[in-house]
Each structure stands twice: as structure tokens, then as C-alpha cells.
């Protein structure tokens, strides 16, 4: 492998971008002005073909973390900088580097009625897609924790700043909650240091060094639960949720999509790397407590989408029921739920994206969010009525599109840890299929509303926008083999290293005896 | 001199048993005390001397030489600290035992004469005021008379601000270095004296500014007077106005000791006035709000620095041995400091109050990190120690201060300042960078990583949490929650409220200001992304010595 820092790359090519947005002359600023928006996209292409570079030569069968790069950075801190990608944070980064150029195609003219200019839009944009990529492949913990913070920043202006009428108090509102779980992690990170710094080993932050320590029981124990809160907070889970369909309703479509087909993974993905590898026996310990959430996050989400007039918090709601599946299946501590999570946070990414976009497409022509303002679009716009049912079909997981094989994963998980679970996360499904439905019913089919009758139909740059999406949520769905390939080896080693096993497949006697010769 | 044998006439018993001894004065380790004190006399004679046109150039050019030259001094009286023994501690007590020159003292002259310097470049600063400075024409003349329309038509100004500020400085140089009782109070007095004056001097909202020095006065000379008592106890105890010699007399009690514990509660009082604890508080938010603003930017964070310094070496070294008596104390002062703070300034709707009650909620944190008391050596890794990460605090908080209050000095409407903080809507709009670098300094208060407020939280809770103060700590981190929340109500007025009538004007500073509010920003910056150097600088200062 080459020594080439293939992820600092990846890292820094959108912050430099954002930039250079910000330091276009004034003509290039000036609202819905191309410049801009072609260097940005430009920017986030070239991180495209980066990360597919990385994952390209990524070795299945190598070493658990690759394209590694560490340097001491404060040392008296104990942390350093230090990147490195296992295959789950591989999938989370190169699907950050998909959804990006999507999202700045499809939010094209997006950023020209907001309160800057076009150029901070995309600035803003691009600098979340660097700062998530360093959070997916931080393999330091002060290092996660300054970008995990540093996320909120890029998020909270672009929601204040371009959006809906209440997008002010909708920032605020988010940026107070995450800060307050950030806060929270705090505490446990500062935990870490003391904890770390009475071993052996010195303070440090490597997680590779950290895993080693030896924690007492009880102290263990209060920093997951630091960690665990942030991380649910972010997620979002029930009951610290509410601040994501405010945030989602209030945004943009695009800001939307980075905010939960990216932001909200990087809850997920702490508690499968941090709360899980660096506190195995508390993982465990709080695994009952930690399903419960899960499956009521599964079906309060479910409940309330399906009760929501308004598109965006719908399909925000559905994003609190699918984050329920991802939890359960992380901590049902076997491999099928942790592979299944882990390609669920993939294909949640792409099928919410798609979803978003097309009802940003949708509210942007008639200018209300409202379900109840639509009514037969699909007479008058086919396209976008098949684009959205193919998104929504993904939401609710039909064979043959990727969900399906994640969501199939994980509740097989569920079912081997304890049948009940299962049944829970099944009920999920149900209600996944009436939130759906309802809505491309009432917004699609039936009789053209007359608000709806001048609709235009989608042009040819919102079709291309979406299209890689449909066509990795299909692909993927009959042939997942290449990103299960890189995320098996990755749970693998998660699972052995806090030493969790899979129960045993129970065969039927009668089965048994007819096998044996 | 010699011994009075020549009394008694003859070579035989002499009268007196002992030759007197004289002092040694270290006049080298004192030599950046002695040049700012210099300084300031030097300041004096120029007010009496030179002709009025005159003198804001040479008062101005005076003092930044001063300030300059002490922190060269600083420098090489550092890099020639000499280890106390086999302890952790480097430097020497002189001047017969008054003053300690070592390490943590060193560290909190440089500190305290680099905030000094960017000060001083305000407090001279005159563009603002169309070609004036910020101070009373003529402090004597009556707020509405014709005395002062004169003063004003004829263009007058005090420059004895500046000599003023250098004695306050010397003060403060003296306050934390002081070895013994007395000398402590000496410095005392001598940093707050010239700055009841200073709070008394604005130019404009005159009587605001009297109402606040007169406040500061009252409150500070009542808390002096606790001090002076709590001494006066304190050397019943011990016999000795001495630090080292008090803290051989704790180590060596037996039981409780009501005069020493009266004594260590009343000195408590005079220390947490200064640095604004609770409820020693209620003079900071009337004081700061009615001080002309270059001088709550020297007040918020020089005073800060020295009276923390001070804090730090009469606990650890004079009642260290004390540690159990008196730290559940300063527990609860923090705990209540840091709710103050935070929740207090929630309601607040002046920009310079909310600002004086962030800083008290700052005094909370570095409480916490004062409390979860351990020094260098007393466990196995390599934890931070608390002076260390104190120390390292009060650099980032210091100039954070100075950066704020100088972005609050250039937003202004007709009648002078805009503290109001309905003025201060919509100024994302009207100067983007000035609201950009404000909100940069409110991140940096409210600890968001990469900037150096976090990197000094982090070293705070660090060292407490080692200290054994873990839910002290817990608290805080709360408290930051709720904090943030108020940063985070100005950067939302800033940059997405519609102006109120006309809006905030942001005025072109001079170089002067503009170079303050520069160096605070960079500062901020380069602590929040790399804190390292300044780390190891305050862990090389290492222990207090005795």
C-alpha cells in the first residue's frame, strides 16, 4: 500500500473547496450565479473518485484498518491524528462521497434565497462532507471528538440559514441538543484521559491502545453511558428525537439529506466503535435497556409518520423508526445484526436521500409541504411520481431493493438473540408499508388537485441527481456481495474482539437424523 | 552598618546578640516589578513635566516600552531559575522572604504583561472617538455642566490613565509573587486602587462609569477589609506573616484550630471578591457595564490572572496542609459560581453584562480546576496537574476577554457604544467579519472544540477529574450546556435577525484596535488547534516553592 494520506486527501479536498467557494470573487457569490455550484461539484467528484480509489484497493482479506495515518498531535493530551478505515467505516465514507455530488445536483438552485450567498451554501455543504469523512475514519478519540463537534457547525447554518420560515428556531433547537450530548461525551472523554493516564500505557487517545486498558466494571460502565447518550441524541433515538423533524421540515431537501443520510450515521457508527470496542461488558449490560429504546424508536417513528400531514417530517419520522433498526441490530451483539446495521446505514443513506430529494423536487414546484395540498401528481409528472415510488418502495424495504437485505440481516439478528425482539422489529415493517403507501397514495394517485394541474415534470439534471441513487438501491439490492464483502471482515473482528459469538443455528431432530448416514 | 558594640564601649558583651542582617534584594529576580513600577513613576513626572500636546504620544510610547522591556525581563529571569532542592520547583524567595520568584510566577508575569500590552493599545486607541480617547476629558467636572462642555470643546484628556494602568500593573505583579501576608495585601491594594479610578473615568454615559467605580471602591475596600482581618487571624494562629513558616504551623496543629479556620475563610472572602465568585459576585456586572470598555478588557482578564495566582499560591503553599478544611469550600463556591454564571446571564440584554457574567461563570470553571487539588509528583502517570492546567486556562481565557471587549469597543450608534444587545441584530449583515470574529470569541467562551476555550476546559476538567473532583466536573459540563445556550442567543441575533431601525454601525478602527483584536483571534486559534507548546510551558513552570 502506498503511503500516499489517501484519507487526509479525501479529508481536506472539500474543506479546501469550501474555501475556495468562499473566496470567489463577489461576481461568482452573487445569488444563482453557475460558477459556484460547478466548482463545488467539481470538489465533491474529485472526493468521489478518491474514495473510490480507496475502496477499491482495499483489501478484503488484510489488515482490519487500512490507509492508516497517525502523528502525535497534543501530547500531553495523549491525542494524535489518526486516520484509518475497517470496512464499516469504509462503507459510511464512500457513502458520504456519493451522496454529496448528488445533493449539491440536486439542490442546484437551493442556495439562492437564502440569507448568503450561493457560495456559502455549497460551502457549507462541502465542508460537512470533509468533516464527516475525518469523523468516519478518526481512529482517535479526541480526534473524533473535535470533528463530532465540529459537524454541528456547517449544519446548524445551513439550517438557519436557508430553509423554511422557522428555520432559526429549528437551528437553535438542534444545536442545543447535540451540544448537550456532545457535552455529555465530554465528560466520559475526559474519563478516558484520567483512565487511560493511571495505566501502563500513558494517556492516550489511540483506539488501539485504549482497547487494551483495563477499565474498573463500574467506571466503564458511566463513560458508555456518556457516550451512548450523545450517540443516541444524534441518532436520533426515542426520546431525545424531536429535534430532527424540525430540522428536517426547516431545511432545505439537500440539507436534509446530509443531515440525516449522513450527520445521524455518525451515531450509529460511534456505538458500534466506540461504545462497543471500548466497553464490551457494558455494551452488554446495557443491551436490554438499549433494545427497549430500539424497538419503541421502531415503532413511535412508524406511529408518528404515519399520522404527519407534512412531507418532510414524515419522512423525518421514518428516519427515527429505520434508526431503531440500525440500534437493534448493533446491539443484539451477533453477526447478522451488525453486518445487516451496517449495510442498513448504507442503504437507509440512499433510499432517504432519494426520497428527500424527489419531495424537495415536489414541494420546490407547488410550495407547500403539505400532503393534503397534493393529490394525483402522477398524471402530471410521471417521472417523478416513479422516482418516488421507487424511493418509497426502499423505505419500506421490498425485496429485491438493497433495505430489504439489510433489514432481512438485522431482524434475523433480532430473532437470534430472543424471538421477541424480532417479532417487534417485524411490526416495524408493517408500519413501514402503511406510512408509505398512505402518502404515494394521497400525494400520487387519485384525482389531479388543481394546485397540482401546472406541474412540471422533472428536467434532465433532477433526473440525473437522482438516478446513481436508484441504481445502487436496485444493483444492491440483487447483488450486494461487494459491500458485504468489505463489511463481514470488519464485523468479524468487532465481534471477536469484545467476545461476542453467534448462538448456534437450532437444526430440527427430525432434520438430523435424515442428514446422518 | 555593624553591630552596636560601640555602646557598651569595650570589647566585652556587646548589647545586642546579633549583628543586624541585611536584606539581600534580589534586585535581577524583581527586575520586571521594578521596571513596570518605574515605569509608572516615570508616567508621573511626564504628566508634571511635559507640555499637553505632548503627552498621549509619550504616555503611550512610555508605557508599551515598559511593558516590553518587563516581559524581556520576565523572559530572562525565567530561562535563569535556578531548582529549589530535589523538589519540582525552580526559583528562589527574595527580598527577605516577601517575595517568591519561581516558575508558576514567572508564567503568570508573562501572562499578565502580554494581556497588559494589547491593553494598553487600547486604552490608547482614539480613532473611535473622533481623534480622542475613550477617557473623561476633565473626571472633575460634574457630569452636565458647563465645566465639562468645556473640557470637551476643548479637546482635553486625562493621560494619567496610563501611569495609572502601570502601577495597577506593578500591583499585580506583586500579588500573586507575594511570599507573605502583608506583601499580599500590599499588592492588593496597589493593582486595585488605580483601577477604582480607572472604572470612573468614561467619557460618555459619565455618571454609569462614577456609579461603578464608586461601587467597585465600596465593595472592594469591604473585602479588603475581610482580608486584612483574615490576616490579622491567620498570624494569631501562626505567628508569622510568612507562607512557608504558616504552613509548618498547619502541618503542625493539633485538632481544630477556629483561628486558623476563621482565618483561611476570611482571606477566602478577599481572594473570591477578586476573582468575581459567587456570592462574592455582585459588583461585576455593574462594574464591567459601566467601566469604559478598554478598561473592563484590562480589568476582566489581567485581574483575573493575578488574583488567581494569588489564590493558587496562598492555598497551596500556606494552607495546603489544610487542603481537607477548606476544600468541600471552594466546592460549593464553584458549583454556586458556575450556576451564576451561566444562568444568570441568560436574562441578560447588554452585551458588557452578559460578557461580566460569562467571565464569572469562567471564575467557576477555574475554580473546579483549582479544587481538584494535586500537584506534579503526586501519583504515577502523567496527568496534568492542576496549576498546570489553571495556569494554561487563564492564558486562553485572558485573551479571548481582551479579543471580545475590543470587537464590543467598534460597534457603535450616535451616542457612543451600542451594549444594547437589540443594537447588535443583524450585524451578521452589516459587517460579516466583525460578527464572524465575535462569534468566534462566543465559540471559544462556550468550549466548542478547535478553539483554545475547549483546549482550557479540557485541561481543567482533566486535572480535576484526576484530583478526584469528578462531580464538580459532572456540574460543569452541564453548566457548559446551558451556557452555550446564550452564546449561541447572540451569534442567532448576529446573524439571522433582521436589524432593529437602523442597525449597528460598525466603525473602522485604527491599527491599534485592530491589531488587539487580531492577536486575540490567533491566539484563540492556534491554542484551540495546537495547545501543546503553551501545555508544556505551564507544566515546565512546575511546583510553588516555599
Known amino acids: ?517 | 552598618m555593624t553591630g552596636l558594640t560601640g555602646l557598651t564601649g569595650t570589647t566585652g558583651t556587646t548589647v545586642l546578640a546579633a549583628a543586624f542582617q541585611k536584606p539581600t534584594i534580589d534586585y535581577g529576580l524583581l527586575s520586571p516589578l521594578l521596571i513596570v513600577l518605574g515605569t509608572a513613576l516615570l508616567g508621573v513626572l511626564v504628566e508634571a513635566f511635559v507640555a499637553r500636546r505632548a503627552r498621549y504620544l509619550t504616555q503611550t510610547v512610555l508605557s508599551v516600552v515598559g511593558i516590553i522591556a518587563a516581559l524581556v525581563a520576565t523572559v530572562l529571569v525565567a530561562a535563569h531559575l535556578d531548582p529549589v532542592g530535589t523538589s519540582a520547583g525552580r526559583g528562589k524567595v527574595a527580598v527577605g522572604g516577601a517575595i517568591a520568584v519561581d516558575g508558576p510566577t514567572v508564567f503568570i508575569w508573562g501572562t499578565i504583561l502580554a494581556l497588559s500590552l494589547i491593553s494598553v493599545l487600547l486604552f490608547a486607541e482614539r480613532t473611535l472617538e473622533g481623534g480622542i480617547t475613550a477617557f473623561a476629558g476633565q473626571a472633575a467636572a460634574l457630569p452636565g455642566t458647563s465645566a465639562e462642555r468645556e473640557a470637551s470643546t476643548q479637546g482635553l484628556e486625562h493621560t494619567e490613565v496610563f501611569p495609572l494602568m502601570m502601577f495597577s500593573i506593578g500591583g499585580m505583579l506583586l500579588f500573586p509573587s507575594a511570599n507573605d501576608l502583608v506583601t499580599m495585601f500590599v499588592g492588593l491594594e496597589v493593582l486595585s486602587l488605580p483601577l477604582y479610578l480607572l472604572c470612573g473615568l468614561a467619557r460618555r454615559r459619565r455618571l454609569l462609569s462614577q456609579e461603578a467605580a464608586l461601587k467597585y471602591f465600596m465593595l472592594g475596600a469591604f473585602s479588603s477589609g475581610f482580608f486584612l482581618y483574615g490576616v490579622a487571624l491567620t498570624y494569631g494562629f501562626a505567628g508569622s506573616m510568612n507562607f512557608a513558616d504558616i504552613a509548618e504551623a498547619v502541618s503542625g496543629r493539633l485538632g481544630a484550630q477556629p483561628l486558623l479556620l476563621a482565618g483561611i475563610a476570611l482571606l477566602a472572602v478577599g481572594m473570591l471578591f477578586k476573582v468575581s465568585a459567587a456570592p462574592f459576585h455582585a459588583w461585576t456586572p455593574d462594574v464591567y457595564q459601566g467601566a469604559p470598555t478598554s478598561v473592563t478588557a484590562f480589568m476582566a482578564a489581567c485581574t483575573k490572572v493575578a488574583a488567581f495566582g494569588a489564590l493558587l499560591r496562598l492555598f497551596y503553599v500556606a494552607f495546603g496542609a489544610a487542603r481537607w478544611d477548606w476544600s468541600v469550600m471552594i466546592g460549593i463556591v464553584a458549583v454556586i459560581t458556575m450556576l451564576v454564571g451561566c444562568i444568570l446571564a441568560i436574562t441578560q440584554s447588554d452585551i458588557k453584562r452578559m460578557l461580566a457574567y460569562s467571565s464569572i461563570s469562567h471564575a467557576g470553571f477555574i475554580l473546579v480546576g483549582f479544587v481538584g487539588l494535586h500537584q506534579v509528583g503526586s501519583f504515577a502517570g502523567t496527568e496534568l496537574s492542576s496549576v498546570q492546567s489553571v495556569l494554561f486556562y487563564l492564558v486562553t481565557y485572558g485573551f479571548m476577554t481582551v479579543g471580545a471587549f475590543a470587537v464590543v469597543t467598534v460597534v457603535r450608534d450616535a451616542g457612543g457604544e451600542a451594549t444594547h444587545l437589540s443594537r447588535w441584530a443583524g450585524l451578521g449583515k452589516e459587517s460579516p467579519v466583525v460578527a464572524g470574529v465575535f462569534a468566534f470569541f462566543l465559540l471559544s467562551m462556550a468550549g466548542i472544540p478547535l478553539t483554545s476555550g475547549f483546549a482550557g476546559k479540557w485541561a481543567v476538567f482533566t486535572s480535576a477529574v484526576s484530583g478526584g473532583a469528578w462531580p464538580l466536573v459532572v456540574v460543569a459540563v452541564v453548566l457548559s450546556a446551558v451556557a452555550a445556550f446564550f452564546y449561541a442567543r447572540v451569534i442567532v441575533l448576529m446573524f439571522f435577525s433582521e436589524p432593529v431601525g437602523e442597525g449597528p454601525v460598525v466603525m473602522n478602527p485604527s491599527l491599534l484596535t485592530t491589531i488587539v483584536i487580531a492577536v486575540g483571534l490567533a491566539v484563540t486559534v492556534v491554542l484551540g488547534v495546537y495547545p501543546g507548546p503553551v501545555l508544556d510551558l505551564a507544566a515546565n513552570a512546575g511546583q510553588f516553592i516555599r
Not at chain 1, 205 to 214: I, R, T, W
Not at chain 1, 467 to 477: A, E, F, K, T, Y
Open chain 1, 1 to 517: 500500500m502506498s503511503s500516499f494520506p489517501w484519507l487526509t486527501t479525501a479529508v481536506f479536498l472539500p474543506v479546501v473547496g469550501a474555501l475556495v467557494l468562499v473566496a470567489l470573487p463577489s461576481g461568482g457569490g452573487a445569488r444563482g450565479a453557475v460558477l459556484p455550484k460547478q466548482v463545488a461539484l467539481g470538489f465533491s467528484l474529485v472526493t468521489l473518485v478518491v474514495v473510490g480509489y480507496v475502496a477499491a484497493t482495499f483489501d478484503v482479506g488484510g489488515a482490519r484498518y487500512q490507509f492508516t495515518e497517525t502523528h502525535d498531535w497534543i501530547k500531553v493530551f495523549g491525542a494524535h491524528y489518526a486516520l484509518g478505515v475497517d470496512g464499516i467505516g469504509l462503507t459510511l465514507v464512500l457513502m458520504t462521497a456519493i451522496l454529496t455530488p448528488v445533493v449539491i445536483l440536486a439542490s442546484w438552485h437551493d442556495g439562492d434565497e437564502g440569507r448568503w450567498g450561493t457560495s456559502a451554501f455549497f460551502a457549507w455543504i462541502l465542508a460537512l462532507e470533509g468533516l464527516s469523512v475525518c469523523v468516519f475514519s478518526a481512529t482517535d478519540v479526541f480526534l473524533f471528538y473535535v470533528v463530532f463537534e465540529a459537524t454541528l457547525i456547517p449544519v446548524y447554518f445551513l439550517i438557519g440559514g436557508f430553509g423554511g420560515a422557522r428555520r432559526s428556531a429549528a437551528a437553535v433547537k438542534f444545536l442545543i441538543y447535540n451540544l448537550l450530548g456532545g457535552l455529555l461525551m465530554l465528560a466520559s472523554v475526559v474519563g478516558l484521559y484520567v483512565v487511560s493516564a493511571r495505566s501502563s500505557a500513558g494517556p492516550t487517545y489511540l483506539l488501539s491502545e485504549l482497547s487494551q486498558v483495563s477499565m474498573d466494571r463500574d467506571v466503564a460502565r458511566w463513560l458508555f453511558v456518556g457516550f451512548f447518550v450523545a450517540f443516541a441524541i444524534k441518532a436520533p433515538m426515542v426520546p431525545v428525537h424531536t429535534w430532527l423533524p424540525d430540522a428536517a421540515e426547516e431545511g432545505t431537501s439537500g440539507t436534509s439529506v446530509m443531515l440525516v443520510s449522513i450527520l445521524d450515521k455518525i451515531g450509529t457508527f460511534g456505538m458500534i466503535r466506540f461504545c462497543l470496542q471500548l466497553f464490551p461488558e457494558a455494551s452488554r449490560w446495557a443491551t436490554p435497556v438499549v433494545l427497549t429504546l430500539a424497538v419503541v424508536s421502531i415503532l413511535w417513528g412508524a406511529l408518528a409518520a404515519i399520522g404527519q400531514d407534512s412531507i418532510p417530517r414524515l419522512i423525518a419520522y421514518t428516519s427515527v423508526s429505520h434508526f431503531g433498526f440500525i440500534v437493534l441490530g448493533v446491539f443484539v451483539l451477533n453477526s447478522y445484526g451488525q453486518s445487516g446495521s451496517t449495510l442498513y446505514m448504507f442503504n437507509h443513506g440512499m433510499s432517504t436521500a432519494a426520497l428527500f430529494l424527489v419531495a424537495g423536487y415536489l414541494v420546490r414546484r407547488r410550495g407547500s409541504v403539505l400532503i393534503s395540498d397534493y393529490g394525483g401528481v402522477e398524471k402530471v409528472a410521471p417521472v417523478l411520481a416513479a422516482l418516488f415510488l421507487v424511493a418509497g418502495l426502499s423505505s419500506l424495504s421490498l425485496p429485491g431493493l438493497s433495505p430489504f437485505v439489510s433489514e432481512f440481516l438485522v431482524l434475523l439478528g433480532a430473532f437470534a438473540h430472543a424471538w421477541w425482539w424480532g417479532v417487534a422489529g417485524v411490526l416495524g415493517i408493517v408500519l413501514a408499508a402503511l406510512y408509505i403507501l398512505l402518502m404515494y397514495q394521497r400525494t400520487m394517485t387519485g384525482p389531479t388537485v388543481p394546485g397540482v394541474a401546472a406541474l412540471k415534470d422533472l428536467n434532465v439534471r433532477e433526473v440525473v441527481a437522482i438516478v446513481p441513487l436508484v441504481v445502487l438501491i436496485v444493483g444492491l439490492g440483487f447483488f450486494p456481495k461487494p459491500l458485504t464483502a468489505i463489511i463481514d471482515p470488519a464485523v468479524h473482528d468487532t465481534l471477536t474482539q469484545i467476545h461476542a459469538t453467534d448462538p448456534a443455528p437450532a437444526v430440527p431432530a427430525a432434520a438430523q437424523q435424515e442428514g446422518s448416514p
